[in-house]
T-cell receptor, first 117, second 115 residues
């Protein structure tokens, strides 16, 4: 079974600084996708960024980028120029592209990010 | 279209009662998913539909749980004979397309409290 581990329950960052959230996963599949979702307090979860495992190039979305290390099964999220609105719970998630994990997301336990003014 | 909606947003019930939640996905989204999220945990997959067909159910979904998506539109999740362990946030998500890469759009959730 696929597992996703987020080893940092909480992180904090100063406004305008950079922070990196860690995520590791375990899978025997070769074709899969990885995601970072953001869940603001009392708000619904939204997609931040996603990565296709077969692509070597790291995904980037404005201030958000990932460091995808396939061999190490690591998928960290870097937030640059942190803003107060970035404060939220961040979830790393995995889904396979074949077999039993197809379509469903497997989430980590999340990292609560605090942004200090 | 304003996104995925869920009703009710909060539900308090007594142990042993039945509850039903509703999810309205984004129009034209062919896939609909249910997840359960407990305090301090990430969401856990319960079941998903492609159009009206329920294609996968997690082993977390005991016989007391049933989900439907008639006509491939809205979906309902019913819990019979609720137990205190059912207390959680129930999240619905929808997506369009046929690959796992398609973004899942989440609703605000229904928070269930079983007394």
């Amino acid at each position: 079974a696929q597992t996703v581990t987020q080893s940092q329950p909480e992180m904090s960052v100063q406004e305008a600084e950079t922070v990196t959230l860690s995520c590791t996963y375990d899978t025997s599949e070769s074709d899969y996708y990885l995601f970072w979702y953001k869940q603001p307090p009392s708000r619904q979860m939204i997609l931040v960024i996603r990565q296709e495992a077969y692509k070597q190039q790291n995904a980037t979305e404005n201030r958000f980028s990932v460091n995808f290390q396939k061999a190490a099964k690591s998928f960290s999220l870097k937030i640059s120029d942190s803003q107060l609105g970035d404060a939220a719970m961040y979830f790393c998630a995995y889904t396979g592209n074949s077999g039993g994990s197809n379509y469903k997301l497997t989430f980590g336990k999340g990292t609560l990010l605090t942004v200090n003014p | 279209d304003t996104g995925v909606s869920q009703n009710p947003r909060h539900k308090i019930t007594k142990r042993g009662q039945n509850v039903t939640f509703r999810c309205d996905p984004i129009s034209e989204h062919n896939r609909l998913y249910w997840y359960r999220q407990t305090l301090g945990q990430g969401p856990e997959f319960l079941t998903y539909f492609q159009n009206e067909a329920q294609l996968e159910k997690s082993r977390l979904l005991s016989d007391r749980f049933s989900a439907e998506r008639p006509k491939g539109s809205f979906s309902t999740l019913e819990i019979q004979r609720t137990e205190q362990g059912d207390s959680a946030m129930y999240l619905c998500a929808s997506s369009f397309g046929l690959t796992s890469y398609n973004e899942q759009f989440f609703g605000p959730g229904t928070r269930l409290t079983v007394l």
